[in-house]
T-cell receptor, first 113, second 114 residues
């Protein structure tokens, strides 16, 4: 089954404790992206990647890191999480030629206390 | 001012009604206009996309883009309870250095009651 998977689905952590949210897709897509979704603010893009070793900032990259060492994986790293990073996070992927047609993962609910 | 504005609703309509969802935007460089649907506790899924201005129809759904007014719409005919979801508009420049950048509206919560 073609899909985007994220792990963990739920995470509660404390301020300053480094964490990684993994994202993997099995559709051989070049493009991958991370978003956060907050009430009243909608989906905001954090980082995106057009291919392996190519990443670019979205609208809200502060406090996040990404890497794209393999085509299928695009982990999101929070080196020192803060409470304002409490949010619902989505990973998405698409073929490069149709970056607007994105397939989303199921989401990761992160709470930072 | 946000680049993309969308009324968050919520919108509640009876089954069979025609639903109109709208977004306005300020960036004239946007070329691709998408509508995503998000069911509760799920990731968004692409419903329709339109390139540049014009209309596009897919079953009960019609997407309209008016670039001169910087205004896009999604119409749902004969709405069904299964259409109850959050609808998000999204926009993309379609080329250049911002090719991979998508900008979303806040989303409109729609409930269709039997």
């Amino acid at each position: 089954e073609a899909q985007v998977t994220q792990n963990p689905r739920y995470l509660i952590t404390v301020t300053g404790k480094k964490l990684t949210v993994t994202c993997s897709q099995n559709m051989n897509h070049e493009y991958m992206s991370w978003y956060r979704q907050d009430p009243g603010l909608g989906l905001r893009q954090i980082y995106y990647s057009m291919n392996v070793e190519v990443t670019d900032k979205g609208d809200v990259p502060e406090g996040y890191k990404v890497s794209r060492k393999e085509k299928r994986n695009f982990p999101l790293i929070l080196e020192s999480p803060s409470p304002n990073q409490t949010s619902l996070y989505f990973c998405a992927s698409s073929p490069l030629t149709v970056a607007y047609e994105q397939y989303f993962g199921p989401g990761t609910r992160l709470t930072v206390t | 001012q946000k680049e993309v504005e969308q009324d968050p609703g919520p919108l509640s309509v009876p089954e069979g009604a025609i639903v109109s969802l709208n977004c306005t935007y300020s960036n004239s460089a946007f070329q691709y206009f998408m509508w995503y649907r998000q069911y509760s506790r799920k990731g968004p899924e692409l419903l329709m996309y339109t390139y540049s201005s014009g209309n596009k129809e897919d079953g009960r759904f019609t997407a309209q883009v008016d670039k001169s007014s910087k205004y896009i719409s999604l119409f749902i005919r004969d709405s069904q309870p299964s259409d109850s979801a959050t609808y998000l508009c999204a926009m993309n420049q379609g080329g250049g250095t911002s090719y991979g950048k998508l900008t979303f509206g806040q989303g409109t919560i729609l409930t269709v009651h039997p």
